[in-house]
C-alpha cells in the first residue's frame, strides 16, 4: 500500500542561505550575538526561504473552528454554542484576530469544520463542515478514520491556498470550546503523562473545574489506552480543527512554508504532526508560551523556545499573530543595518 501523504518527506532547510546570512550578520555594527534571538530569526528566515536577506511581508492566518463531543462532560467555563458565534464574529471583525490581523495586513481565513450551533453559510466563511462535533472521547473515538483523514485535509488544504497566494508565513490558529480538553488528554497520550500535569484552566475554570477535567481525561485516557499511534492517539482524542492543525504542519513543511506555532492547542497539533512525520519540526517557530499549564511541557518536547511570554491564552492563532513585529523587526534590521565597513565603525580588538 502507499504511503499516505503526509510521510512524504519534509522539504530540507537552504543551510547555505543560513551560512550566508549568518556571515551577514557577523558584519553588521553591532557587538556579535547582541541583537540575541532577532539574530536567530534572521537566519532561520533565511534557512526557509533560501535567500540571505529573507522578509515577510504576506502573513497568512487560517482560523479552524469546532466542536467537541466531550463538551458534554461541563470541561470548559463557556457553553458550546460560542463556537459557532465566534465564527460570525471572526469574519465580522470584532475577535481578537480579527483585529490582529487587520493590523498586520495579513489574510485572515475562516474555516468552519462543525459546529452544533451552525451559523449555516456565511460570506467570508470557508464551509468545510465535517460535522456537528467530534464524539466524546469518553464514550468513543473522537473521529472516524474518514472524518480524521477530512480534517488533515481540510488544513493541508489551506496550507496550498496560502501557497498559491503568495504567503511568506503561515499561522494556524483554533476555535473549539472544550478543546483544551482535548487537547490535553491527546498531549498526555503522546508524551505518557499525567493529566494533572497538563490540564488547565482554559477559558477560565476554577480549581474544581479543572479537578473534573483531569478526570475526565484520566477516563479518556484509559478507554483510549491500546492507541498506540501518535495518528490514532489524535484520531480518538483530538478533535476536526486539531487534525487540521496537524495536516497544515505537514502539508507546511513538505511544501517549504514555515510556521508560526501559537498556544496550546496548536503546540499539540504541532507535536502530533512531528510525530507523525519528523522532518516537520525543521519547519516550526513557536511564538509564545500561552498561560494554559501543559504549554510548557509540550514545548520542552518540541525543544522550542518560544519568543514571547505575555501570559496570553486565548487561542484563535492571536499569539502567533502578536509574534509577526517581531519577525519583520528581525529582517528589518538584518536587511537594513549598515556593515562596519559601509559605516567606518571599528571592529574588535580581539576575536
Ligand atoms: O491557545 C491557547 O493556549 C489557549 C488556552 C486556553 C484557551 N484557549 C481557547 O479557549 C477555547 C478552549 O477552552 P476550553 O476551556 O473551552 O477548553 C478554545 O477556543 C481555545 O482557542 C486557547
Ligand atoms: C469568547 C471566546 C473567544 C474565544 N476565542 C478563542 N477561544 C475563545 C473562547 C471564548 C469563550
Given at each position: 500500500?502507499n504511503s499516505?501523504?503526509?510521510?512524504q518527506?519534509?522539504a530540507?532547510?537552504?543551510?547555505e ?9 557577523s558584519k553588521?555594527?553591532?557587538p ?10 534572521a ?6 526561504q533560501?535567500?540571505?536577506r529573507?522578509r ?9 473552528a ?10 470548559s467555563?463557556?457553553?458550546q454554542?460560542v463556537?459557532?458565534e ?18 498586520l495586513?495579513a ?5 468552519h ?9 456565511i ?19 473522537a473521529?472516524t ?8 485535509q ?13 504567503a511568506?508565513l503561515?499561522i ?7 478543546n483544551?480538553t ?6 498526555c497520550a503522546l ?17 474544581a473545574?479543572?479537578a473534573r ?6 477516563r ?7 492507541a ?8 480518538r482524542?483530538?478533535?476536526f480543527e ?8 505537514i502539508?507546511?513543511?513538505q ?13 499539540a ?6 510525530r507523525?512525520n519528523?522532518?516537520v519540526r525543521?519547519?516550526l ?12 511541557r509540550?514545548l520542552?518536547a518540541?525543544?522550542?523556545r ?5 501570559g496570553?491564552r ?7 499573530a502578536?509574534?509577526?513585529?517581531l519577525?519583520?523587526?528581525?529582517c528589518a534590521?538584518?536587511?537594513?543595518m549598515a556593515?562596519?565597513?559601509q559605516a567606518?565603525?571599528s571592529?574588535?580588538d580581539?576575536?
Amino acid at each position: 500500500m502507499n504511503s499516505p501523504w503526509w510521510s512524504q518527506p519534509c522539504a530540507a532547510l537552504d543551510r547555505e542561505a543560513a551560512d550566508a546570512a549568518w556571515l551577514r550578520q557577523s558584519k553588521l555594527t553591532k557587538p556579535p550575538g547582541s541583537l540575541g534571538v532577532l539574530e536567530d530569526v534572521a537566519a532561520q528566515l533565511a534557512a526557509w526561504q533560501g535567500v540571505e536577506r529573507p522578509r515577510i511581508e504576506r502573513v497568512w492566518i487560517s482560523v479552524f473552528a469546532a466542536d467537541h463531543g466531550v463538551a458534554a462532560e461541563g470541561v470548559s467555563a463557556f457553553p458550546q454554542a460560542v463556537t459557532g458565534e465566534m465564527v460570525r464574529n471572526f469574519v465580522g471583525g470584532g475577535a481578537a484576530i480579527s483585529v490582529l490581523a487587520r493590523t498586520l495586513g495579513a489574510r485572515l481565513d475562516v474555516v468552519h469544520l462543525g459546529t452544533v450551533n451552525d451559523p449555516g453559510a456565511i460570506p467570508g466563511v470557508l464551509r468545510a463542515v465535517i460535522a456537528p462535533s467530534t464524539a466524546n472521547f469518553c464514550d468513543a473515538a473522537a473521529m472516524t478514520d474518514e472524518q480524521l483523514r477530512a480534517a488533515m485535509q481540510a488544513g493541508a488544504g489551506r496550507v496550498h491556498q496560502a501557497l498559491d497566494e503568495g504567503a511568506d508565513l503561515f499561522i494556524g490558529g483554533e476555535m473549539g470550546i472544550a478543546n483544551t480538553t482535548s487537547a490535553a488528554a491527546l498531549a498526555c497520550a503522546l508524551l505518557g503523562e499525567m493529566p494533572e500535569r497538563i490540564a488547565g484552566a482554559g477559558t477560565g475554570l476554577d480549581d474544581a473545574g479543572i479537578a473534573r477535567k483531569v478526570a475526565v481525561i484520566e477516563r479518556g485516557l484509559r478507554r483510549h489506552a491500546d492507541a498506540d499511534t501518535a495518528l490514532e492517539q489524535l484520531r480518538r482524542l483530538g478533535g476536526f480543527e486539531i487534525a487540521a492543525l496537524t495536516g497544515a504542519c505537514i502539508a507546511a513543511a513538505q511544501a517549504r512554508m514555515p510556521v508560526l506555532v501559537d498556544g496550546f492547542i496548536t503546540t499539540a497539533a504541532a507535536l502530533t504532526a512531528v510525530r507523525l512525520n519528523p522532518g516537520v519540526r525543521d519547519w516550526l517557530l513557536f511564538a509564545h508560551r500561552s498561560h494554559e499549564r501543559g504549554h510548557a511541557r509540550l514545548l520542552e518536547a518540541l525543544e522550542a523556545r518560544p519568543l514571547l511570554d505575555l501570559g496570553l491564552r486565548l487561542g484563535e492563532g492571536s499569539g502567533a499573530a502578536a509574534a509577526v513585529p517581531l519577525l519583520r523587526l528581525a529582517c528589518a534590521l538584518h536587511a537594513g543595518m549598515a556593515t562596519f565597513e559601509q559605516a567606518g565603525v571599528s571592529i574588535a580588538d580581539s576575536q
